[in-house]
C-alpha cells in the first residue's frame, strides 16, 4: 500500500500540483483514534466535496495536549496507516500543535471541514478560509458514535479486570506432516 503521509516539507508543492489540475482541496482535521464508521462516513462526506482530501492528523503529542494524558490508544504510526487504506483520503499531515491553524495556512484549503458538533465561530481557521473566498463546511455526525463512546463502552463491559485473550484456553492441533523422506523410508 502507498503512503499517503505528506511530509510537511513537501505539502505546498503537492497543493500547488493539485491545483495546476484544476483540483479542488478540502481539508479537515482530528485525532481518528479508534477509527470506527462515524469517521469513515464523516472522511467520505467531506471529500465528496472536493477532489482532493488533505487530512490533518493530529500526533501523539498533540492527542494528549488537548484531550487526555492517557490518549491516543492507537499510536500515529498506526493511525496513519489504517486512514492512508481509506480511498476517500488523499493526503495525510501530521501536526504536533493543539491546533491544524498552521496547516490551513499553508494549505490554503478550498473547502474547509469540521464536523457538526463544532460552532462555525469555533472552527479553527474557519475566519482565514473564508477570508481569501474559501468555503467552510459543517458535516453531519452519526449520533453516539465517538471514539470516547467506544472506550466507555468497553470499560463499563470490562472495567478494570482483564480482558480475557481471543485464543485463551484454545489447544491448537498439531498437524502431522509427513516429508517425502518420511514417506521413502516407509516402504
Known amino acids: 500500500m502507498k503512503s499517503k503521509i505528506i511530509p510537511r516539507s513537501k505539502l505546498e508543492k503537492t497543493v ?6 484544476g483540483e479542488t482541496v478540502v481539508f479537515t ?3 481518528f483514534d479508534i477509527l470506527h464508521a462515524g469517521h469513515v462516513r464523516y472522511l467520505n462526506r467531506a471529500r465528496a ?9 493530529n500526533s501523539d503529542r498533540s492527542v494528549r495536549l488537548i484531550k487526555d494524558p492517557a490518549r491516543p490508544l492507537i499510536p500515529e504510526k498506526q493511525r496513519a496507516e489504517v486512514l492512508s487504506s481509506l480511498e476517500c483520503v488523499d493526503g495525510i499531515v501530521l501536526f504536533h500543535e493543539a491546533d491544524p491553524r498552521k496547516l490551513i495556512e499553508a494549505i490554503r484549503p478550498d473547502v474547509l471541514v469540521k ?10 481557521g474557519a475566519d482565514l478560509v473564508k477570508k481569501y473566498g474559501g468555503k467552510v463546511r459543517r458535516v453531519r455526525l452519526v449520533p453516539s458514535l465517538s471514539t470516547t463512546a467506544i472506550i466507555r463502552r468497553i470499560l463499563s463491559r470490562y472495567g478494570k479486570r482483564d480482558i480475557p485473550s481471543t485464543d485463551k484456553g484454545k489447544k491448537v492441533a498439531k498437524r502431522k506432516t509427513s516429508s517425502p523422506t518420511s514417506e521413502k523410508g516407509k516402504k
Do not use: P
Not at 466535496?49 to 492528523?57: C, E, K, N, P, Y
Not at 464536523?115 to 479553527?124: E, N, P, S
Open 16 to 21: 500547488r500540483t493539485w491545483r495546476k489540475k
Open 29 to 31: 482535521n482530528g485525532c
Open 49 to 57: 466535496m472536493g477532489d482532493r482530501l488533505i487530512l490533518g492528523l
Open 115 to 124: 464536523g457538526a458538533d463544532w460552532a462555525l465561530q469555533d472552527i479553527v
